[in-house]
């Protein structure tokens, strides 16, 4: 009887030991992440992101809406390589450009212009478009609207809803004007949409618009001298054919001592005489933040409202103002830029 006691003894204290160490292994495996768990969090904070970047032409403003996005993305810790091109105001490189970028298998592309987020639309209805230095996203058939995007395009643009109508109201109560000169590229929808947001704004203004449209930005110095004797001020939009050859409108103004009304600041701190505006590194930065909740799988470009510029102000160059004998009167509230 010891004999057998002895046996069940052994093997009843085998069977708890062995439950016991099946416990802690099973405690030990449930603390430990699995080799597909880990294997997905290497991959969050590892993952390089390819982002093709296209701009219709070089000029300040542009460039600054460049320097913005990226530095939202990088301010979100994302690593990411860059594929950037300039299409140097060319249609055909434009289209080029927009098409090299989608067969490169970029994760998302940034479009900085009207021309350049019509191209990269055209090309691709998959790959995530973020846009930049668009006017009306909606006439230039980019989104479905500003709140509803839809599709795979969404953006900031440039135009807010008062500096159009501020300008014209400067320019009728405090400089007099009548006739308002407009040198633009009456191809870019982006001109043409102001142009005519001008004109609409006029009618209940005693106000005309004279225009001189032009093709390319060496077209741009006859266009501005053939108003001259025609109008009593000149505001050029954001036109990026005529904002890259600028320097040519604003030796035509200050020799005739004509006021010159720009869209943005970069053509203020240029030599134009002011602009009601928004600093575009920061539309750009703002696309930024959008790329970054899109490439993190947040938000998808069709739920993600068009944004306006904020910060609406008023900027004067005040050498540009002595050139024309203007003085700054208080009242204006403006930001003086030398």
Known sequence: MKTNWLKYAVALFSVIFILAACGENKAENAS???????????????????????????????NAAADGFKKALADAG?????????????????????????????????????????????????????????????SAELVASMESPGGNVTGTIDNHPEAIPST????????????????????????RSQVDAVKEILKDMDMTVKEAPVATS??????????????????????????????????????????LLVGEFDSVK???????????????????????????????????PVQIPQNLKFVINKATADTLGLEIKDEWKAELSE
């Open 32 to 62: 430990k992440p699995s080799n597909d768990e880990k294997e997905q969090g290497t991959n969050e904070e590892t993952k390089k992101y390819k982002i093709g970047m296209t701009q219709i032409v070089e000029h300040p403003s542009l």
């Open 78 to 138: 994302l690593d990411v390589e860059y594929v950037e091109q300039n299409a140097q105001n060319d249609n055909s490189s434009n289209t080029t450009i927009a098409n090299n970028l989608v067969s490169s298998g970029v994760d998302l592309i940034f479009a900085n212009s009207t021309p350049s987020a019509q191209a990269v639309a055209v090309a691709t209805q998959e790959i995530p478009i973020v846009f930049t230095s668009v006017t009306d996203a909606v």
């Open 168 to 191: 014209m109201k400067f320019m009728k109560e405090e400089l007099g004007v009548k006739n308002v000169g407009m040198v633009f590229n009456a191809g870019e929808q982006n001109s």
């Open 218 to 259: 060496a077209d741009v110095k006859q266009a501005t001298e053939s108003l001259i004797g025609k109008v009593d001020a000149f505001y050029i939009i954001t036109d990026n054919t005529v904002v890259s050859a600028l320097e040519s409108v604003i030796d035509v103004a200050n020799a005739n001592k004509i006021p």
């Open 270 to 304: 240029r030599g134009g005489l002011g602009a009601y505006g928004f600093e575009f590194y920061d539309i750009g930065f703002e696309a930024g933040q959008m790329a970054v909740k899109i490439l993190k799988g947040e938000s998808k470009p069709a739920d993600l």
